[in-house]
């Protein structure tokens, strides 16, 4: 099982969360399953004081904390990992079923400065295709189908009890941490500037379906940079820039 440590490595990031009872229940899913990291992102103040479902889970919703987008969320977390339903959306991200990418996490989390973020979408639509491209890859809880029956999904603490229950426990063996992996805020960074460096070489002129933002941060998180290796390539990209507006000076 995780150790103590660990477990306060993982955060729990609600998107566009609505009904306050909702955000209880994963708060007292959280509390029971040993996590205390709530994080809410949110387009207006979140009242806690109406998650009556939070049962004993009253120190988790006292220091959880509200950001106004999710690239603030995750600044501080060396994996995220978004959750999803599946079914007929387009997958932009390799997306495991949870048994899978709770043993994946378990390895991050052996790389002692490893800090993991578990996102949720709102109740109604889940995570937006925007908010996934924050994500390193999505996990999913499989489902029973039905013909003729729309892809099933699960209430939002429902899916959060689920999913920390197979965090906490024991996931088989884990034989190495993976590599420390960049934190989400040097990502960022690195995507903006690659934005800039699109733009500055006109490359968004001749491109301008394969350079959106969206693209950008997608591509920059499969590459899986270590903290030195993002440091190297925002040089790299800074250099590049000032190249070019060095020369748009000089003529």
Not at 34 to 57: C, H, K, M, Q, T
Not at 59 to 66: I, P, Q
Not at 133 to 161: E, K, Y
Not at 176 to 196: N, Q, Y
């Amino acid at each position: 099982m995780l150790t103590d440590e660990q477990r306060n490595r993982v955060c729990v990031i609600l998107v566009r969360a609505r009904n306050p009872n909702n955000i209880g229940a994963v708060a007292r899913a959280m509390y029971d399953f040993g996590f205390s990291d709530l994080r809410i992102v949110n387009d207006y103040p979140v009242p806690f004081e109406r998650a009556r479902s939070a049962v004993d889970a009253a120190s988790v919703l006292d220091e959880a904390r509200e950001f106004a987008a999710v690239a603030e969320a995750v600044a501080d977390c060396n994996l995220v990992v978004g959750t999803t339903a599946g079914g007929k959306r387009v997958q932009e991200h390799p997306m495991y079923p949870l048994a899978e990418g709770g043993g994946l996490v378990h390895e991050h989390l052996m790389q002692a400065e490893h800090r993991v973020a578990l996102l949720f979408g709102s109740e109604k639509t889940g995570l937006s295709r925007e908010e996934l491209t924050h994500c390193h890859w999505t996990m999913t809880i499989p489902m029973f189908d039905r013909d003729g029956v729309r892809h099933p999904s699960m209430n939002l603490g429902q899916a959060a009890a689920v999913c920390l229950y197979e965090l906490a426990r024991a996931s088989g063996p884990v034989t190495a941490a993976s590599p420390l992996l960049a934190p989400a805020e040097d990502l960022e960074r690195l995507t903006l500037l690659l934005g800039e460096l699109a733009e500055s070489s006109e490359y968004t002129r001749r491109h301008p379906a394969n350079s959106g933002e969206g693209l950008l941060r997608r591509f920059v998180r499969r590459m899986q940079l270590e903290p030195a290796d993002a440091a190297m390539w925002m040089g790299i990209v800074r250099q590049a820039l000032w190249k070019i507006r060095s020369e748009k000076t000089e003529t």
